[in-house]
């Protein structure tokens, strides 16, 4: 055989060479990309727990009292839908909070987040 026959491919040493800085490159990245994935499920949720408040307090002024439950703002167009809670994934785990006067009208006053988990900042998501 010609010697440039010999030449054509990668020998076993490249390949491991090029496999192993591909690793160390994802090693660096990988985290990166979860804790922006994190970050932009929390931007999320402070957005639909901003966009549920508007609504709720857009029907207080119209209705001069509480919805009874967050269908009842999709049921008379105060929101498309109920988003789903970013970090749960699901939207029926909203955890509604009671008007703080017992004489008023309807059961949600404010709406929290039903994830039990801690945001980056190191507060409860269902404080928020």
């Known amino acids: 055989m010609s010697g440039n026959a010999m030449k054509r491919g990668f020998t076993l040493i490249e390949m491991l060479v090029v496999l192993a800085i591909l690793a160390m490159l994802?090693?660096?990245?990988?985290?990166?990309f979860m804790h922006m994935l994190q970050r932009s499920k929390e931007t999320i949720l402070r957005h639909d727990l901003l966009t549920m408040r508007?609504?709720?307090?857009?029907?207080?002024?119209?209705?001069?009292?509480y919805p009874e439950t967050l269908e009842e703002l999709v049921e008379r167009n105060y929101m498309?839908?109920?988003?789903?809670?970013?970090?749960?994934?699901?939207?029926?785990?909203?955890?509604?909070?009671?008007?703080?006067?017992?004489?008023e009208e309807g059961s949600v006053f404010d709406v929290h987040s039903g994830a039990s988990q801690l945001s980056d900042e190191g507060t409860p998501y269902a404080l928020w």
């Open 26 to 32: 994802l090693t660096i990245v990988t985290p990166k």
């Open 54 to 65: 508007d609504a709720i307090d857009k029907f207080y002024s119209d209705k001069n009292r």
């Open 80 to 103: 498309k839908a109920i988003p789903p809670d970013p970090i749960t994934e699901r939207s029926d785990t909203w955890v509604i909070t009671l008007p703080p006067n017992v004489e």
